[in-house]
């Protein structure tokens, strides 16, 4: 198995693996990879297939209709419903689950992952998310375009469905508070006239503004001094379904368009994290040193008061919506 030191220096050039092989349709490379550390193409994972672990994110039926040969399912009713729980004081990760599917995988926490769904979108980067905060050492990366670019480059690819192991490893799992914000931390950071880092809502605009109701929550709008980069921003669709914009275009959105500082803690979150979790992922590779996404997001916010201190803004224009690619 791959471990973390060997595979830094792979995952470094895995853009170039891809970029160099020019006989290969671009679908089968992508901008992203040649550039971001924690993101590779089907180029890439071709020639790298046996040293890394597989997770697919994909719904049942997609993964028994065909998955990469070799991938475990992870469900995102795990990663959605039964990986934190609801406390008096907000949403508590419960590492121990997501540890628990990895170890039924066979994956501990040195290997190198790679993630895939049908795209480059919501579950993908929440997955990766979730291993970040419970610790993982090892490699996790995004396949850039998902299953779909791995079976037009001609990947291997199998049926059925995957029957964990029983006993096939441990996996311990320690809290990464580095990267994920509780509710407290958050309001630590909120004043009734603005916050004191960047807040970024993945949300849409209409969502931010609280035009559109999110869940059944008593507040609807966004926390106060949020900017809004809708998550769609970060992806381009096509025939082949979605991927990360180039990193030209990401930096032109966070970096020039949403005038966010990587050298600044910042803080992303939507309604539940998910959305959240694809500018969290976004940002890292851009280089932010610190950035933490909201866990409860939103379906935490909107029960709270501003009397406690959790103050929220809404209606039409307020705030700040970043729309760069429609």
């Known amino acids: 198995m791959l471990r973390l030191g060997a595979a830094a220096g792979a995952i470094s050039i895995a853009g170039c693996l891809g970029s160099l092989r020019e006989s290969e349709p671009e679908l089968y490379t992508t901008p992203a990879a040649a550039e971001f550390e924690a993101v590779v193409d089907a180029a890439w994972l071709k020639d790298s297939l046996e040293g890394v672990e597989l997770l697919d994110v994909r719904d049942e039926d997609e993964f028994t209709n065909g998955h990469v040969a070799g991938a475990s399912r992870l469900p995102d009713t795990d990663l959605m419903r039964d990986h934190y729980e609801e406390t008096e004081d907000g949403y508590k990760a419960a590492p121990e689950v997501i540890a628990a599917i990895a170890a039924d995988a066979g994956i501990t926490t040195e290997d190198d992952v790679v993630v895939y769904g049908s795209g480059s979108n919501l579950w993908e980067t929440y997955a990766i998310y979730t291993l970040r905060a419970i610790g993982h050492d090892g490699m996790v990366a995004l396949l850039d375009g998902g299953f779909p670019v791995w079976a037009a480059a001609g990947g291997d690819i199998e049926a059925g469905t995957s029957e964990p192991e029983p006993d096939t490893g441990e996996y311990e799992p320690e809290l990464e508070t580095d990267v994920l914000a509780t509710r407290e931390y958050v309001a630590d ?41 809708e998550f769609t921003q970060n992806l381009v669709e096509d025939d082949d379904g979605s991927r990360l914009r180039t990193p030209a275009e990401l930096e032109r959105l966070w970096l020039e368009e949403a005038d966010l500082d990587p050298d600044e803690e910042t803080i992303s979150y939507c309604s539940t994290a998910v959305r959240g979790s694809v500018g969290w992922f976004v940002m890292e590779q851009l280089g932010w040193e610190t950035v933490r996404n909201y866990e409860g997001s939103w379906h935490d916010w909107g029960t709270l008061t501003e009397g406690d201190g959790y103050y929220y803004t809404s209606g039409e224009g307020t705030g700040d919506v970043i729309d760069v690619f429609d």
């Open 189 to 229: 950071q909120v004043h009734e006239d603005g916050a004191n880092v960047p807040l970024v809502d993945n949300r849409s605009p209409e969502e931010y503004w609280g035009i559109e109701k999110d869940g059944p929550v008593d507040r609807h709008g966004h926390i106060t001094g949020a900017i809004n980069v």
